[in-house]
Protein backbone atom coordinates (compact mmCIF):
# COMPACT_ATOMS: atom_id res chain seq x y z
CA UNK A 1 0.00 0.00 0.00
CA UNK A 2 2.42 2.36 1.01
CA UNK A 3 4.59 1.69 -2.15
CA UNK A 4 2.28 1.91 -4.53
CA UNK A 5 1.28 5.25 -2.92
CA UNK A 6 4.55 6.55 -2.94
CA UNK A 7 5.72 5.76 -6.20
CA UNK A 8 2.25 6.60 -7.49
CA UNK A 9 2.91 9.90 -6.06
CA UNK A 10 6.39 10.55 -7.37
CA UNK A 11 5.23 9.43 -10.81
CA UNK A 12 2.58 12.49 -10.85
CA UNK A 13 5.79 14.62 -9.53
CA UNK A 14 8.06 13.68 -12.69
CA UNK A 15 4.75 13.97 -15.21
CA UNK A 16 4.12 17.81 -13.48
CA UNK A 17 7.82 18.80 -13.95
CA UNK A 18 8.63 17.32 -17.44
CA UNK A 19 5.79 18.94 -18.95
CA UNK A 20 7.84 22.02 -17.22
CA UNK A 21 10.95 21.01 -19.01
CA UNK A 22 8.79 20.64 -22.04
CA UNK A 23 8.30 24.21 -22.11
CA UNK A 24 12.12 24.57 -21.66
CA UNK A 25 14.50 26.57 -24.20
CA UNK A 26 16.56 23.65 -26.14
CA UNK A 27 19.78 22.01 -24.83
CA UNK A 28 22.77 24.21 -25.76
CA UNK A 29 20.89 27.26 -27.13
CA UNK A 30 23.09 30.30 -27.25
CA UNK A 31 20.23 32.46 -26.98
CA UNK A 32 18.53 31.08 -24.22
CA UNK A 33 17.50 33.58 -21.57
CA UNK A 34 20.05 31.96 -18.70
CA UNK A 35 22.57 33.39 -20.91
CA UNK A 36 21.89 37.13 -19.98
CA UNK A 37 24.00 40.31 -19.69
CA UNK A 38 25.43 38.98 -16.15
CA UNK A 39 27.40 36.33 -17.81
CA UNK A 40 28.60 38.60 -20.92
CA UNK A 41 29.34 40.79 -18.02
CA UNK A 42 31.67 38.70 -16.31
CA UNK A 43 33.18 36.70 -19.13
CA UNK A 44 34.25 40.31 -20.54
CA UNK A 45 35.46 42.10 -17.77
CA UNK A 46 36.48 38.85 -15.48
CA UNK A 47 40.12 39.15 -17.10
CA UNK A 48 41.03 42.51 -16.60
CA UNK A 49 39.00 43.22 -13.06
CA UNK A 50 39.82 40.45 -10.93
CA UNK A 51 43.57 39.04 -12.86
CA UNK A 52 42.14 35.40 -12.50
CA UNK A 53 42.72 32.84 -15.56
CA UNK A 54 40.54 30.63 -14.02
CA UNK A 55 36.78 32.83 -14.11
CA UNK A 56 35.11 30.58 -11.81
CA UNK A 57 37.58 31.46 -9.06
CA UNK A 58 37.14 34.75 -10.37
CA UNK A 59 33.36 35.00 -9.98
CA UNK A 60 33.46 33.02 -6.25
CA UNK A 61 36.22 34.28 -4.76
CA UNK A 62 35.61 37.95 -6.03
CA UNK A 63 32.21 39.13 -7.69
CA UNK A 64 30.66 37.02 -5.23
CA UNK A 65 33.18 36.70 -2.19
CA UNK A 66 30.33 36.69 0.50
CA UNK A 67 28.42 33.85 -0.86
CA UNK A 68 31.75 31.74 -0.38
CA UNK A 69 32.11 32.97 2.63
CA UNK A 70 28.68 32.31 3.67
CA UNK A 71 29.48 28.47 2.05
CA UNK A 72 32.94 28.90 4.43
CA UNK A 73 30.31 29.49 7.82
CA UNK A 74 28.13 26.42 7.10
CA UNK A 75 30.97 24.22 7.01
CA UNK A 76 32.13 25.75 10.33
CA UNK A 77 28.65 25.75 12.01
CA UNK A 78 27.67 22.13 10.68
CA UNK A 79 31.31 20.83 12.64
CA UNK A 80 30.17 22.76 15.55
CA UNK A 81 26.97 20.83 15.55
CA UNK A 82 28.33 17.74 14.82
CA UNK A 83 30.85 17.93 17.47
CA UNK A 84 28.50 19.38 19.96
CA UNK A 85 26.07 16.13 19.42
CA UNK A 86 28.98 13.38 19.05
CA UNK A 87 31.55 14.78 21.43
CA UNK A 88 32.23 12.23 23.84
CA UNK A 89 29.59 9.69 23.22
CA UNK A 90 32.24 7.17 21.64
CA UNK A 91 30.43 6.91 18.29
CA UNK A 92 31.36 3.01 17.69
CA UNK A 93 30.09 1.96 21.15
CA UNK B 1 45.64 -1.82 12.08
CA UNK B 2 48.63 -3.70 11.94
CA UNK B 3 49.49 -4.22 8.27
CA UNK B 4 53.05 -4.16 7.52
CA UNK B 5 52.13 -3.52 3.70
CA UNK B 6 49.97 -0.48 4.39
CA UNK B 7 52.20 1.03 6.85
CA UNK B 8 55.27 1.26 4.13
CA UNK B 9 53.02 2.17 1.15
CA UNK B 10 51.30 4.89 2.75
CA UNK B 11 54.43 6.33 3.91
CA UNK B 12 55.86 6.38 0.26
CA UNK B 13 52.13 7.67 -0.72
CA UNK B 14 50.94 10.48 1.55
CA UNK B 15 53.50 12.77 1.04
CA UNK B 16 52.42 12.64 -2.96
CA UNK B 17 48.69 12.73 -2.01
CA UNK B 18 49.15 16.21 0.18
CA UNK B 19 51.77 17.84 -2.04
CA UNK B 20 48.74 17.14 -4.91
CA UNK B 21 46.56 18.86 -2.58
CA UNK B 22 48.62 22.11 -2.22
CA UNK B 23 49.75 22.52 -5.61
CA UNK B 24 45.27 22.63 -6.55
CA UNK B 25 44.94 25.07 -4.32
CA UNK B 26 47.96 27.03 -5.16
CA UNK B 27 46.70 26.73 -8.35
CA UNK B 28 42.83 27.47 -8.03
CA UNK B 29 43.58 30.93 -9.98
CA UNK B 30 44.91 29.72 -13.17
CA UNK B 31 43.47 26.03 -13.79
CA UNK B 32 40.76 24.33 -12.63
CA UNK B 33 40.88 23.39 -9.01
CA UNK B 34 40.84 25.92 -5.97
CA UNK B 35 40.29 25.87 -2.24
CA UNK B 36 37.08 23.49 -1.98
CA UNK B 37 38.90 20.73 -4.48
CA UNK B 38 42.59 21.05 -2.73
CA UNK B 39 41.13 21.34 0.85
CA UNK B 40 38.99 17.69 0.29
CA UNK B 41 42.35 16.29 -1.27
CA UNK B 42 44.44 17.08 1.53
CA UNK B 43 41.53 16.28 4.00
CA UNK B 44 41.40 12.58 2.30
CA UNK B 45 44.87 12.25 2.74
CA UNK B 46 43.98 13.33 6.79
CA UNK B 47 41.87 10.22 6.55
CA UNK B 48 44.16 8.22 4.97
CA UNK B 49 46.77 8.72 7.41
CA UNK B 50 44.67 8.62 10.46
CA UNK B 51 43.32 5.04 8.77
CA UNK B 52 46.19 3.70 8.89
CA UNK B 53 48.84 4.62 11.78
CA UNK B 54 45.63 4.85 14.11
CA UNK B 55 44.20 7.95 16.05
CA UNK B 56 47.38 8.12 18.47
CA UNK B 57 49.32 8.79 16.13
CA UNK B 58 47.36 11.86 14.58
CA UNK B 59 46.88 13.17 17.91
CA UNK B 60 50.57 14.28 17.97
CA UNK B 61 50.43 16.36 14.90
CA UNK B 62 46.57 17.44 14.65
CA UNK B 63 44.36 17.78 17.58
CA UNK B 64 41.30 19.61 18.71
CA UNK B 65 42.94 22.93 19.51
CA UNK B 66 44.65 22.71 16.47
CA UNK B 67 42.10 22.21 14.06
CA UNK B 68 39.22 24.72 15.95
CA UNK B 69 41.91 27.75 16.07
CA UNK B 70 43.15 27.27 12.48
CA UNK B 71 39.40 27.09 10.95
CA UNK B 72 38.54 30.26 13.21
CA UNK B 73 41.44 32.01 12.01
CA UNK B 74 41.10 31.01 8.63
CA UNK B 75 37.35 32.36 8.68
CA UNK B 76 38.34 35.24 9.97
CA UNK B 77 40.67 35.99 7.62
CA UNK B 78 38.76 35.77 4.68
CA UNK B 79 35.83 38.18 6.38
CA UNK B 80 38.98 40.74 7.63
CA UNK B 81 40.89 40.62 4.04
CA UNK B 82 37.28 40.26 1.89
CA UNK B 83 36.00 42.99 3.90
CA UNK B 84 38.69 45.74 3.61
CA UNK B 85 38.58 44.60 0.03
CA UNK B 86 34.88 45.35 -0.64
CA UNK B 87 35.48 48.79 1.45
CA UNK B 88 38.24 50.15 -0.64
CA UNK B 89 36.48 49.16 -3.86
CA UNK B 90 33.03 50.78 -4.00
CA UNK B 91 33.75 53.52 -1.45
CA UNK B 92 35.72 56.87 -2.51
CA UNK B 93 38.07 56.22 -0.06
CA UNK B 94 41.65 56.06 -2.11
CA UNK B 95 43.40 53.38 0.66
CA UNK B 96 46.05 50.99 -0.49
CA UNK B 97 44.61 48.62 -3.11
CA UNK B 98 46.27 45.31 -3.36
CA UNK B 99 47.83 44.88 -7.15
CA UNK B 100 46.78 42.28 -9.56
CA UNK B 101 50.05 41.57 -11.29
CA UNK B 102 50.50 40.17 -14.30
CA UNK B 103 47.64 37.13 -15.30
CA UNK B 104 49.41 33.98 -15.24
CA UNK B 105 51.54 33.99 -12.64
CA UNK B 106 51.19 32.55 -9.60
CA UNK B 107 51.59 35.88 -7.47
CA UNK B 108 48.75 37.39 -9.18
CA UNK B 109 44.82 38.18 -8.94
CA UNK B 110 45.34 40.13 -5.91
CA UNK B 111 43.47 38.38 -2.97
CA UNK B 112 42.41 35.10 -4.67
CA UNK B 113 45.49 33.14 -3.63
CA UNK B 114 45.07 33.94 0.10
CA UNK B 115 41.47 33.18 0.02
CA UNK B 116 41.78 30.15 -1.54
CA UNK B 117 44.28 29.17 0.89
CA UNK B 118 41.86 30.40 3.81
CA UNK B 119 38.80 28.03 1.51
CA UNK B 120 41.25 25.47 1.43
CA UNK B 121 42.32 25.19 5.18
CA UNK B 122 38.49 25.52 6.52
CA UNK B 123 37.46 22.38 4.17
CA UNK B 124 40.31 20.17 4.90
CA UNK B 125 39.66 20.17 8.62
CA UNK B 126 35.92 20.18 8.05
CA UNK B 127 36.61 16.51 6.33
CA UNK B 128 39.21 15.36 8.51
CA UNK B 129 36.53 16.44 11.59
CA UNK B 130 33.44 14.78 10.05
CA UNK B 131 35.65 11.51 9.96
CA UNK B 132 37.24 11.74 13.61
CA UNK B 133 34.15 12.53 14.73
CA UNK B 134 31.77 9.41 13.29
CA UNK B 135 34.59 7.51 14.03
CA UNK B 136 35.50 7.48 17.41
CA UNK B 137 33.20 10.40 19.05
CA UNK B 138 35.81 12.72 19.64
CA UNK B 139 38.47 15.26 17.85
CA UNK C 1 6.83 17.68 -26.42
CA UNK C 2 9.87 17.42 -29.02
CA UNK C 3 11.80 19.14 -26.33
CA UNK C 4 11.65 16.06 -24.29
CA UNK C 5 14.13 14.34 -26.52
CA UNK C 6 16.90 17.38 -27.24
CA UNK C 7 16.89 18.21 -23.70
CA UNK C 8 17.58 15.31 -22.29
CA UNK C 9 19.87 15.73 -19.58
CA UNK C 10 17.19 18.05 -17.96
CA UNK C 11 14.41 15.04 -18.67
CA UNK C 12 17.23 12.60 -17.03
CA UNK C 13 17.66 14.85 -14.28
CA UNK C 14 13.91 15.18 -13.19
CA UNK C 15 13.83 11.20 -13.62
CA UNK C 16 16.62 11.04 -11.26
CA UNK C 17 15.25 13.81 -8.67
CA UNK C 18 11.81 11.65 -8.55
CA UNK C 19 13.85 8.64 -7.88
CA UNK C 20 15.48 10.48 -5.02
CA UNK C 21 11.59 11.52 -3.63
CA UNK C 22 10.74 7.81 -3.58
CA UNK C 23 13.42 6.89 -2.14
CA UNK C 24 12.35 9.20 0.40
CA UNK C 25 8.75 8.42 0.93
CA UNK C 26 9.12 4.48 0.60
CA UNK C 27 11.88 3.66 2.65
CA UNK C 28 11.05 3.82 6.56
CA UNK C 29 14.88 3.23 7.37
CA UNK C 30 16.46 7.05 8.33
CA UNK C 31 20.20 6.35 6.59
CA UNK C 32 18.15 5.44 3.02
CA UNK C 33 16.12 8.47 3.60
CA UNK C 34 19.35 10.83 4.00
CA UNK C 35 20.58 8.36 0.41
CA UNK C 36 17.40 9.55 -1.42
CA UNK C 37 17.86 13.20 -0.23
CA UNK C 38 21.19 13.18 -1.67
CA UNK C 39 20.20 11.88 -5.04
CA UNK C 40 17.45 14.52 -5.18
CA UNK C 41 20.43 16.99 -4.40
CA UNK C 42 22.62 15.42 -7.33
CA UNK C 43 19.81 15.94 -9.74
CA UNK C 44 19.47 19.57 -8.99
CA UNK C 45 22.78 19.63 -9.68
CA UNK C 46 22.88 18.06 -12.72
CA UNK C 47 19.98 20.36 -13.58
CA UNK C 48 21.87 23.61 -13.45
CA UNK C 49 25.05 22.59 -15.19
CA UNK C 50 23.43 21.52 -17.77
CA UNK C 51 21.49 24.84 -18.13
CA UNK C 52 24.98 26.57 -18.14
CA UNK C 53 25.78 24.62 -20.92
CA UNK C 54 26.22 26.24 -24.99
CA UNK C 55 27.00 24.38 -27.79
CA UNK C 56 30.19 24.02 -29.12
CA UNK C 57 32.16 26.34 -26.75
CA UNK C 58 34.81 25.98 -23.68
CA UNK C 59 34.92 25.91 -20.06
CA UNK C 60 35.80 29.49 -18.69
CA UNK C 61 39.51 28.98 -18.10
CA UNK C 62 41.77 31.37 -19.98
CA UNK C 63 44.53 29.20 -21.78
CA UNK C 64 47.21 30.55 -23.46
CA UNK C 65 45.27 34.12 -24.19
CA UNK C 66 42.18 35.69 -23.78
CA UNK C 67 39.67 34.89 -27.24
CA UNK C 68 36.34 36.57 -27.03
CA UNK C 69 33.74 36.41 -24.54
CA UNK C 70 31.20 34.52 -27.15
CA UNK C 71 33.55 31.81 -26.71
CA UNK C 72 32.71 30.34 -23.66
CA UNK C 73 29.77 28.77 -21.86
CA UNK C 74 27.81 30.18 -18.88
CA UNK C 75 29.83 30.48 -15.65
CA UNK C 76 26.77 31.13 -13.21
CA UNK C 77 25.35 27.98 -12.81
CA UNK C 78 28.69 26.41 -12.36
CA UNK C 79 29.57 28.45 -9.33
CA UNK C 80 26.33 28.46 -8.17
CA UNK C 81 26.61 25.08 -7.79
CA UNK C 82 29.74 24.85 -5.69
CA UNK C 83 27.20 26.57 -3.29
CA UNK C 84 24.85 23.58 -2.77
CA UNK C 85 27.63 21.07 -2.90
CA UNK C 86 28.90 22.39 0.14
CA UNK C 87 24.80 22.66 1.98
CA UNK C 88 24.78 19.59 0.57
CA UNK C 89 27.73 17.98 2.42
CA UNK C 90 27.24 20.09 5.49
CA UNK C 91 23.41 18.86 5.44
CA UNK C 92 23.88 15.41 5.04
CA UNK C 93 26.72 15.35 8.12
CA UNK C 94 24.24 16.80 10.49
CA UNK C 95 21.46 14.04 9.52
CA UNK C 96 24.04 11.46 9.89
CA UNK C 97 24.89 12.51 13.61
CA UNK C 98 20.86 13.18 14.71
CA UNK C 99 20.80 9.21 13.48
CA UNK C 100 23.38 8.00 15.18
CA UNK C 101 22.07 10.27 18.51
CA UNK C 102 18.47 8.41 17.46
CA UNK C 103 20.14 5.15 17.28
CA UNK C 104 21.40 5.53 20.91
CA UNK C 105 18.35 6.82 22.35
CA UNK C 106 15.93 4.37 20.65
CA UNK C 107 18.31 1.05 19.43
CA UNK C 108 16.76 1.48 16.04
CA UNK C 109 16.38 3.27 13.01
CA UNK C 110 13.54 2.54 11.53
CA UNK C 111 10.69 5.18 11.85
CA UNK C 112 7.61 2.39 12.28
CA UNK C 113 9.69 0.86 15.44
CA UNK C 114 10.25 4.24 16.96
CA UNK C 115 6.92 5.64 16.79
CA UNK C 116 5.69 2.41 18.51
CA UNK C 117 7.80 2.77 20.84
CA UNK C 118 6.86 6.49 21.55
CA UNK C 119 3.27 5.33 21.74
CA UNK C 120 3.32 2.10 24.13
CA UNK C 121 5.09 4.71 26.49
CA UNK C 122 8.80 3.40 26.34
CA UNK C 123 11.13 4.25 28.85
Redo the contacts between chains.
Sequence with gaps: M??I???T???I??II??FG????P?????N?P??NY???R???KG?EE?????????????Y????????????????I???A????????? | MNDIILKEIGKIVIPYIQIFGIYVIFNGHLSPGGGFSGGTVIGASLVLYKLIYGPEMIKKIINYKIVMHSMSIALLAYGILKGYSFITGGADLHLFQIPLGTPGNILSGGLLLPLNIAVGIIVGFTIFAFYSLFDEGEL | MSRLITNYYEVFSIILFGIGFSTLLFHSNLIKKIIGMNIMDTAVFLFFAAKGYIEGKDAPIIRGEFKEAASYINPIPTSLMLTGIVVAVSVTAFALALTIMIYKEYGTIELDEISEKEETGWK
Design positions: KIMSVLSLLILLVAELEFGDPSVNVSQYLDLTGAMNLIAGIILDRAYDTFGESTVLFTSVCVLLLKGTGGKS
